[in-house]
């Protein structure tokens, strides 16, 4: 028998989020006070050190200036399972199940996702800046879920979401250097590199054996950590000012594939009422960053080597923009056409973004793990005899690109002192029925905002240097994803033992006789309703030099 851990893989890698720009699944509009608080219409104002990594263009014309900002994210996904027809696990016990053939619903721990974003902006001269900056994915970060719920007799039983996502968490970051340019009266053009990097704790629970009468003893969690310290990405943008009342932008991002990999950490007997009362002593835990595989028999020891065995390849969607600005300048004031500060040179401004990602690049994620090249793996998990983690781990997500609409803008109540905004937007879905999760907010999302900056002057005459104090707070809906048919197709359980009363098919180390998928649950475990909704607050400091 084999037990499956690539769950948690593929979980981990979508979660591999880059700072957000587009309409890009993983991620929801926008980083920054600024730009998200106007719903992501930012790219033809582009007027703080963020055009980093938003619109490079930007820089150009903008003043010296440093900004440390925060968003405090708050997810909230829930899932209420529906038992396919086809599972006959448990039989007649399943004690959680209702008289519908649902389970009880279950949602994460609401907790806030810490995602920072700072950054430099240097005025060279009058058509020349460059922007450091470095920011977090705008991304409900951080999830978990319970791993125990209460039946109605008070009895903990094995949480009915775990074959999807138990946890998820880790940390990344993308450094980006960037510089625009003014090349001609107007016309500003701009270009930006990142090295990304990504740290990622992941847990799933999987079934040692693919029967048809399995209970929850019979499940393992697992915990993969996985790593990638070189993710290269390149931004190109431009801004030109048609008038003086009206810019119009645009932007385009490529990066490049994911390249990770990592080790997974086993836990045999884990969903047990003795283990979710807190005595895990009967638990057999492995890892397989251990040369035996953490199993502790003499036979396995070299068999995962050094570590770094689950190796994973994710296509990475390339993402545009474009946009149209009208601002309506102020009349008191003599504005220099080289510097771009709107809080002081306008009275409000207006701007409409449309967005594409190509999120139909991310048809499937691939995981492997080493194999003898028939399809069976070569890494025992410890705690079951015999068990191998299985080679081919790809995960089916065929997504749809993603396209979207932004509008925003912002009024200066206070001329160079106080500004409010406000912003909306929408994304069309980018979800297949078929592969739904509870891993991101992949449905339709319509999201509203609102924030205000004050700024603080120092100094006198042209001499002055400013603090400025940002806040905000957007909320953002999201579409249900449901699947209630109990007889529809959907995602199979990761599953031990290859195939369910059939053999493994000659032909195909990825398939068993009949054309089931080797290593997975003939039956889905994904069937049911799914809702998501997202609230964010941003606040942040910037000081003008």
């Known amino acids: 028998m084999s037990v499956r851990l690539t769950s948690v893989v593929a979980c981990a890698v979508l979660f591999m989020s880059t700072a957000a720009h587009a309409s890009n699944v993983t991620e929801f509009p926008d980083n920054g006070s600024e730009q998200g608080m106007r719903g992501g219409a930012w790219i033809a104002r582009a007027s703080d050190p963020l055009a980093t990594a938003f619109n490079p263009a930007g820089l150009a014309g903008q003043q010296t200036r440093l900004t440390l900002q925060s968003s405090f994210i708050f997810s909230h996904t829930c899932m209420t399972r529906l038992k396919a027809a086809s599972d006959t696990t448990y039989g007649s016990t399943d004690t959680l199940l209702d008289a519908t053939g649902h389970y009880p619903r279950v949602c994460n721990d609401i907790e806030p996702t810490f995602n920072p974003q700072l950054a430099m902006t240097y005025r060279v001269n009058d058509r020349l800046g460059i922007g450091l900056a470095i920011i977090g994915p705008a991304s409900a970060g951080e999830k978990n879920y319970p791993e125990f719920i209460d039946d109605a007799?008070?009895?903990?039983?094995?949480?009915?979401?775990?074959?999807?996502?138990?946890?998820?968490?880790?940390?990344?970051?993308?450094?980006?250097?960037?510089?625009?340019?003014?090349?001609?009266?107007?016309?500003?053009?701009?270009?930006?590199?990142?090295?990304?990097?990504?740290?990622l704790k992941n847990a799933a629970a999987t079934t040692a054996l693919n029967t048809d009468q399995a209970t929850n003893t019979n499940d393992v969690r697992a915990n993969v950590q996985i790593a990638d310290y070189f993710i290269p990405r390149f931004s190109l943008g431009a801004i030109y000012s048609a008038t003086p009342e009206i810019d119009v932008a645009a932007w385009y991002q490529w990066t490049d594939a994911i390249k990770a990999s990592g080790d997974v950490g086993t836990a045999a007997n884990y969903y047990t009422k003795q283990n979710a009362q807190g005595n895990d002593s009967g638990v057999r835990y492995g890892d397989t960053i251990f040369s035996d595989?953490?199993?502790?028999?003499?036979?396995?020891?070299?068999?995962?080597?050094?570590?770094?065995?689950?190796?994973?390849?994710?296509?990475?969607?390339?993402?545009?923009?474009?946009?149209?600005?009208?601002?309506?300048?102020r009349g008191d004031v003599q504005v220099?056409?080289?510097?771009?500060?709107?809080?002081?040179?306008?009275?409000?401004?207006?701007?409409?973004?449309?967005?594409?990602?190509?999120?139909?690049?991310?048809?499937?994620?691939?995981?492997?793990?080493?194999?003898?090249?028939?399809?069976?793996?070569?890494?025992?998990?410890?705690?079951?005899?015999?068990?191998?983690?299985?080679?081919?781990?790809?995960?089916?997500?065929?997504?749809?690109?993603?396209?979207?609409?932004?509008?925003?803008?912002?009024?200066?109540?206070?001329?160079?002192?106080?500004?409010?905004?406000?912003?909306?937007?929408?994304?069309?879905?980018?979800?297949?029925?078929?592969?739904?999760?509870?891993?991101?907010?992949?449905?339709?999302?319509l999201g509203l905002?609102?924030?205000?900056?004050?700024?603080?002057?120092?100094?006198?005459?042209?001499?002055?240097?400013?603090?400025?104090?940002?806040?905000?707070?957007?909320?953002?809906?999201?579409?249900?994803?449901?699947?209630?048919?109990?007889?529809?197709?959907?995602?199979?359980?990761?599953?031990?033992?290859?195939?369910?009363?059939?053999?493994?098919?000659?032909?195909?180390?990825?398939?068993?006789?009949?054309?089931?998928?080797?290593?997975?649950?003939?039956?889905?475990?994904?069937?049911?309703?799914?809702?998501?909704?997202?609230?964010?607050?941003n606040v942040g400091l910037a000081y003008r030099f």
């Open 336 to 445: 220099d056409s080289h510097v771009r500060d709107p809080l002081s040179q306008d009275v409000f401004d207006l701007e409409a973004n449309l967005t594409w990602a190509n999120n139909s690049a991310i048809d499937a994620i691939q995981i492997r793990f080493p194999s003898d090249g028939t399809g069976r793996g070569l890494l025992p998990v410890s705690g079951i005899d015999g068990a191998e983690i299985p080679p081919n781990g790809d995960q089916t997500k065929m997504f749809h690109d993603v396209w979207g609409v932004r509008v925003g803008g912002d009024y200066n109540v206070l001329p160079d002192k106080l500004a409010i905004r406000a912003g909306t937007f929408f994304e069309s879905r980018a979800a297949t029925a078929q592969y739904q999760n509870i891993d991101f907010a992949s449905g339709a999302r």
């Open 293 to 329: 595989c953490g199993t502790g028999r003499p036979q396995d020891e070299g068999k995962c080597g050094s570590g770094d065995n689950a190796k994973v390849h994710l296509s990475w969607p390339m993402e545009a923009k474009i946009g149209a600005r009208y601002h309506k300048p």
């Open 153 to 199: 007799n008070g009895e903990p039983q094995a949480s009915p979401q775990r074959y999807l996502l138990t946890r998820q968490a880790g940390i990344v970051l993308f450094p980006t250097i960037g510089a625009g340019y003014e090349v001609i009266d107007g016309l500003r053009l701009g270009a930006s590199f990142s090295w990304g990097f990504a740290k």
């Open 449 to 537: 905002a609102a924030g205000a900056t004050y700024r603080i002057r120092f100094g006198e005459g042209d001499k002055t240097s400013a603090l400025e104090i940002m806040i905000g707070y957007a909320h953002v809906f999201v579409e249900k994803l449901e699947r209630e048919d109990k007889n529809a197709t959907g995602i199979g359980a990761l599953a031990g033992t290859a195939c369910n009363k059939v053999d493994p098919d000659p032909n195909d180390p990825n398939k068993c006789v009949g054309g089931d998928e080797r290593y997975r649950t003939k039956w889905p475990v994904n069937l049911g309703t799914i809702t998501n909704a997202l609230n964010l607050i």
